[in-house]
């Protein structure tokens, strides 16, 4: 098995960058972009995934891991929509490298909302231009709270300039003519709730999709999420809210629903640690880690970040001890090793890459926990 694997994983380093097959599937990145018709199925309506009664459940944008692999394996248990890691609009824009690296997308990975770092309306509406013909819309990062961002103009920055985040989603709704590709922003909030209130009423004014609103302020990190904000813009517009901070299984969802209004959520860390939330588990089931290794083998994914993934997957549900032990290992079979000794769990090259039918918490009562030898700590 393992020398079957090595000869997968040299196949595909030595496969053109552009378009890597598996099976019947196939990825691609943006390196092929210039060339040729997209390789994608018909765009997805996304605003029509707002339903009246319905929560759309969304995976959010996430630097390093919301990429591919992992965007495959969250719509197997009930993510409604995916978005991209943040990318950064200008160097997608001027560098082919760039958007090499930074977008690769299949012709299941739908519904895919992109979601761009800009600070100017030009180059926004450049990059949803770009990326049109392989997703279903574009997001304005408005809430980034690092450092680095603020200091380019980038994220949070933009919360003081309500005027520029409305050109950018006029300019990018202008560009891009297919009424179908939405043209959402994400935010945090402002310390004042009435200048938050302006700033959504304006993108809606502007012609946005949608709003995501991360209920901390840009300062804010472990505060409680601050529900009567989310409840106040929700009220104050006609446009969809989806509500993001401390969403990390199904209870979350449903008093944030019952309390806000919101119509989607949006989980980062919740569903880092458990991919399974969407379906019901409160903890990462054990076919989830068996999925996660097909997929991410399959794909093509870094080592780090494949160790990543399942040092998130097994956070809250092994003991101290075996967390050490497994954060500790340094490659692809090192890792498929110990999941295979301890867990039962090994690639399956037969598996698709595909989206199925996602199960539900009845579909795999077994956990990670369920079979950890150690009492959790």
């Known amino acids: 098995m393992r020398r079957e694997l090595f000869a997968f994983l040299k196949l595909l380093r030595f496969q053109p960058p552009c378009l890597i097959k598996s099976g019947k599937a196939a990825y691609f990145s943006m390196a092929e972009v210039p060339n040729g018709p997209p390789l994608t ?16 459940h969304v995976c959010a944008p996430m630097v390093r891991y919301s990429k591919l692999p992992f965007r495959a394996l969250v719509r197997r248990y009930n993510c409604d929509l995916a978005f991209t890691p943040m990318i950064i609009a200008e160097s997608f824009v001027k560098s082919l490298k760039a958007r090499d690296s930074e977008f690769t997308t299949n012709s299941s990975d739908r519904p895919l909302v992109v979601q761009f770092a800009a600070r100017d309306a030009v180059t926004l509406a450049d990059a949803s231009e770009i990326v049109a013909p392989y997703s279903d819309g574009i997001d304005l ?18 919360l003081k300039k309500p005027e520029l985040i409305s050109d950018m989603v006029r300019q990018a709704r202008a560009r891009v003519s297919d009424e179908n590709f939405s043209v959402s922003v994400k935010i945090r909030l402002h310390k004042d709730l009435r200048e938050t209130v302006d700033l959504c009423q304006k993108a809606e004014h502007a012609g946005v999709s949608w709003i995501a609103v991360h209920g901390r302020t840009p300062s804010q990190r472990g505060e409680p999420v601050n529900t009567d904000a989310i409840t106040l813009i929700k009220q104050s517009l006609s446009i969809p809210v989806i509500a993001n901070g401390d969403i990390k299984n199904l209870e979350d969802v449903k008093h944030i629903h019952t309390s806000t209004g919101i119509d989607g959520v949006m ?9 399974g939330m969407y379906a019901g588990y409160d903890q990462t089931p054990l076919q989830c880690v068996q999925d996660w290794v097909d997929l991410s083998i399959k794909l093509g994914t870094h ?19 075996e967390k050490r032990v497994f954060n500790a290992l340094t490659s692809t079979a090192a890792v498929l090793d110990y999941l ?28 990670i926990a369920d079979i950890s030898t150690d009492p959790v700590e």
């Open 141 to 158: 990062n408005c809430g980034c709270p690092q450092r680095w961002a603020m200091a380019e103009g980038y994220g949070s920055c933009l």
């Open 340 to 367: 295979q000794e301890h867990y039962g769990v090994s690639y399956n090259p037969d598996s698709t890459v595909n989206n199925e039918t996602p199960p539900t918490q009845n579909g795999y009562a077994e956990s």
């Open 267 to 275: 989980a980062a860390r919740g569903i880092l640690q458990n991919p």
């Open 303 to 321: 080592f780090t970040c494949f160790h990543h993934h399942l040092m998130y997957m097994f956070e809250r549900v092994t003991p101290k001890s």
């Open 41 to 56: 199925t018909a765009r997805v309506p996304v605003v029509e995934l707002f339903q009246p009664g319905k929560v759309v």
